[in-house]
């Protein structure tokens, strides 16, 4: 049997220097997420002190609902840290419960080896005791024979030379016979002593392989528990980040039906603006041939009831400039309610329609409708024009118009510059009617925004 101690034992101590950098590298990872939490802890409590100055003037303010977005940008920022320690601890548990399943393969392999072993060497010690009694057999019969000098006494008794010949070969088995016992007998004690030194090395390996399990599952029970109290605590942020949300949400209601400012509630995730991207990406992809495209929509109908109606060529027709010239998109309504940039994550601006539902929604310039879009959360039913004009420096345009109640075009259907497309509405995280408007240059997805305004007259 081959001897595995080296390979197994390399093994233990590899598992155990891939612990301590485990270790070492959680300790990192911690470490600097712990910095990074007590920064924003000094920021959380700057704004709390300045919500509290605010509050005893009016809650019901843009600044006070500023600031509200800044302390839940904060705690959602903490929340991130505190579920990336989460995440940190699952992979060292999922990390642990791979090494304890080793460790205890490793461990029932070497039993087996231990036990092997011992069952052989138990064999060849009893083979050497065998051998030995019939060497110490022999070497008594010889000794008891009393004949020092026997066998030469015993060739030159010979009575003639076949006699004589005969007795030598005689001599020569012995001897050979002796020497082959003596041979095998070295050889059993030579494997004998192999074998228990194998068994004492493979003991070993296997305590130590035993006591590193042992460890593990200590460690392993250790960073469960910790896991559980940060699923806790992290449960908890969630809970005060959804009621200060809930908090912003109110105060922003019912300010803007107090100023009939509508604009959008501040809870859309980068998930969701992320989703919308990918869909306006994939629709641009369809649509990035203008060969044909639907005539304009004859008659109103609700959100995504509109119906495609024969084809027919794409105009190329421009004005004389050939770039683009925007035009408001809700003619009723030109005054820019909510400005771009004016909160974190707002890439457009808004038209309030006053508290009016249904007013009439313009394609802002000539172009391909590339989605229509029904969503109950963020944009709501929203429309996105690719435009056949470009920038004066050559960059393709993208308009959007959110929130709409009602749609009357449909994807591949090309619209002039002031057809109507939409009726203004208060669908997805809308506070109340109005349009949101955006303008994306030299690309389809959010990162291209730029304010409206710099393109509208």
């Given at each position: 049997m081959k001897h595995k101690l080296p390979v197994k034992f390399i093994s233990v101590i590899a598992a155990i220097c891939l612990l301590f950098t485990a270790v070492t590298s959680y300790a990192a990872d911690t470490s600097s997420l712990e910095a990074q939490r007590s920064e924003l802890k000094?920021?959380?409590?700057?704004?709390?002190?300045?919500?509290?100055?605010?509050?005893?003037?009016?809650?019901d303010t843009e600044e006070y609902i500023e600031v509200l977005g800044d302390k839940i940008s904060y705690l959602t920022r903490e929340y991130n840290y505190s579920k990336q320690e989460v995440d940190i601890i699952e992979d060292k548990v999922a990390a642990l419960e791979r090494k304890i399943a080793d460790n205890e393969q490793a461990i029932a392999d070497m039993g087996a080896e231990v036990e092997a072993l011992g069952y052989t060497a138990d064999e060849l010690d009893a083979e050497f005791q065998s051998a030995y009694a019939d060497y110490c057999a022999r070497m008594r019969a010889i000794y008891i024979s009393g004949q020092q000098g026997s066998v030469i006494s015993f060739?030159?008794?010979?009575?003639?030379?076949g006699s004589f010949i005969t007795r030598m070969q005689m001599v020569s088995s012995v001897a050979k016979q002796?020497?082959?016992?003596?041979?095998?007998?070295?050889?059993?004690?030579?494997?004998?002593?192999?074998?228990?030194?194998?068994?004492k090395a493979k003991t070993q390996s296997l305590?130590?392989?035993?006591?590193?399990?042992?460890?593990?599952?200590?460690?392993?029970?250790?960073?469960?528990?910790?896991?559980?109290?940060?699923?806790?605590?992290?449960?908890?942020?969630?809970?005060?980040?959804e009621a200060q949300q809930d908090e912003q949400n109110k105060i922003l209601q019912e300010l803007h039906d107090k100023t009939k400012k509508y604009g959008e509630f501040r809870d859309t995730t980068r998930e969701e603006l992320d989703a919308i991207d990918a869909d306006i990406a994939a629709a641009d992809r369809m649509y990035n041939?203008?060969?044909?495209?639907?005539?304009?929509?004859?008659?109103?109908?609700?959100?995504?009831?509109?119906?495609?109606?024969?084809?027919?060529?794409?105009t190329t027709q421009q004005d004389e400039s050939g770039y683009i010239n925007l035009t408001y998109p809700c003619p009723q309504y030109?005054?820019?309610?909510?400005?771009?940039?004016?909160?974190d994550g707002h890439t457009g601006c808004d038209?309030?329609?006053?508290?009016?539902?249904?007013?009439k929604i313009v394609a802002a310039e000539s172009g391909t409708v590339i989605l229509v879009k029904i969503l109950e959360y963020s944009y709501g039913h929203y429309v996105v024009i690719r435009h056949d004009k470009t920038t004066a420096s050559g960059k393709p345009v993208y308009t959007l118009y959110a929130h709409n109640n009602g749609i009357i075009v449909s994807p591949g259907q090309y619209v002039k510059k002031g057809q109507?497309?939409?009726?203004?509405?208060?669908?997805?995280?809308?506070?109340?009617?109005?349009?949101?408007?955006?303008?994306?240059?030299?690309?389809?997805?959010?990162y291209c925004a730029q304010n409206p305004a710099n393109y509208l007259p």
């Open positions: 000094s920021k959380l409590a700057e704004t709390e002190k300045k919500l509290a100055e605010l509050g005893r003037q009016s809650k060739l030159l008794t010979s009575d003639g030379v002796d020497g082959q016992l003596l041979e095998k007998v070295q050889s059993q004690s030579r494997k004998a002593a192999q074998a228990k030194e194998q068994l305590k130590k392989s035993q006591v590193t399990l042992k460890n593990n599952k200590k460690n392993l029970k250790l960073q469960r528990g910790a896991l559980l109290e940060n699923q806790e605590k992290l449960a908890e942020q969630q809970a005060v980040i041939t203008p060969e044909t495209t639907t005539k304009p929509a004859a008659e109103s109908t609700t959100a995504g009831s509109a119906k495609p109606t024969a084809t027919q060529p794409a030109t005054a820019i309610t909510c400005a771009f940039g004016a909160y038209f309030s329609t006053w508290g009016n539902v249904n007013c109507q497309i939409a009726y203004s509405g208060t669908t997805g995280n809308s506070t109340g009617p109005h349009c949101h408007f955006e303008v994306r240059i030299g690309g389809a997805d959010q």
